[in-house]
């Protein structure tokens, strides 16, 4: 079945500063989607994004299909940015979604 | 607009014994899934519901089973229980269409623990 892994696993950051974590997937997806799961467990929908690049306000969502990659951009890092971030990907020609590793962040005051 | 909503928001029960957990999807969305994360893992699939029927699911055994009411709201039903049970479930909502799986939205989950 398909693989997804994400870098860097641990991530520990100052406030202000910029980051950039990574989803490789080992087949064809036709969707992708990155979370942000809080302290609480809550999972946070960030991106859906299939291909292309989006921009939600300090975040920004890149994902070259054909490479079989995606990017998540943090910029000027804030303390609630901290958590651990997923990306998830539907396993090839079914409804059953594969989660990555995740990053673990923490951001410091 | 509400969300997708889970309930109870904790749960302990013994060994051995069944649990029932519930789910509402967000407004408009018709198919459910749901996913078990054991501390420190990511989320795995369960299974997914769709107009009323288990429709895709993962690596789970029989002790596992759901049900879709015709409102699209969900429950999951866990026999048996392990310690090994004890875990995060969370409950996804999506819009089902031609060209899916679409976007999921997660409710805030419920905390199972099995003692």
């Known amino acids: ?109 | 607009d509400a969300g997708v909503t889970q309930s109870p928001t904790h749960l302990i029960k013994t060994r051995g014994q069944q649990v029932t957990l519930r789910c509402s999807p967000k407004s408009g969305h018709d198919t459910v899934s749901w996913y078990q994360q054991a501390l420190g893992q990511g989320p795995q699939f369960i299974f997914q519901y769709y107009e009323e029927e288990e429709r895709q699911r993962g690596n789970f055994p029989d002790r596992f089973s759901g049900h879709q009411f015709p409102n699209y709201s969900s429950e999951l039903n866990v026999n048996a229980l392990l310690l090994g049970d004890s875990a995060l479930y969370l409950c996804a909502s999506s819009l089902q269409g031609q060209g899916g799986p679409y976007e999921q939205y997660f409710g805030p989950g419920t905390r199972l623990t099995v003692t």
């Open chain 1, 1 to 109: 079945g398909i693989q997804v892994e994400q870098s860097p696993p641990d991530l520990i950051l100052q406030e202000g500063a910029n980051s950039t974590l990574r989803c490789n997937f080992s087949d064809s997806v036709n969707n992708l989607q990155w979370f942000h799961q809080n302290p609480w467990g809550q999972l946070i929908n960030l991106f859906y994004i299939p291909s292309g690049t989006k921009q939600n306000g300090r975040l920004s969502a890149t994902t070259v299909a054909t490479e079989r990659y995606s990017l998540l951009y943090i910029s000027s890092s804030q303390t609630t940015d901290s958590g651990v971030y997923f990306c998830a990907v539907p396993r090839g020609g079914t409804y059953k979604y594969i989660f990555g590793t995740g990053t673990r962040l923490k951001v410091l005051a």
